[in-house]
């Protein structure tokens, strides 16, 4: 259904303008390639960062995607207290086992 207004472009004539339906852009990245990759890549423990380096994409890109589609990371964890996080040393994902823990026990390990 379309449906037609007046602009007044000035005093003396007036426009009428259809207004259409609005048409999206198409989409830049062809997801249906790249989430086969998105969760191997997550399957083997990579962080979201590693991943979109690795598939050559915008961190915020992928990040917006995966929230958009409600997809979690492959990390499972056990308790309640614990907490997903990547290792602010080699940016590998890991499961914290408390909220104050930033480095993952490999860099816990090499830095004590």
């Not at 048409?23 to 890549?41: E, N």
Request: charged share 25%; glycine share 2%.
């Amino acid at each position: 259904m379309f449906f037609t207004h007046c602009v007044y472009e000035n005093a003396h004539s007036i426009t009428h303008v259809s207004s259409t339906p609005r048409r999206t852009r198409p989409p830049r990245l062809d997801w249906s390639t790249i989430a086969p990759s998105v969760t191997q890549l997550h399957q083997q423990g990579c962080s979201t960062r590693e991943t979109a380096r690795k598939l050559g994409l915008n961190i915020k890109t992928l990040e917006a995607h995966l929230r958009r589609h409600r997809i979690r990371h492959a990390i499972p964890m056990d308790r309640p207290d614990q907490v997903r996080r990547n290792c602010l040393n080699c940016e590998s994902a890991f499961v914290a086992d408390g909220r104050f823990l930033r480095l993952c026990p490999e860099c816990r390990a090499m830095f004590s």
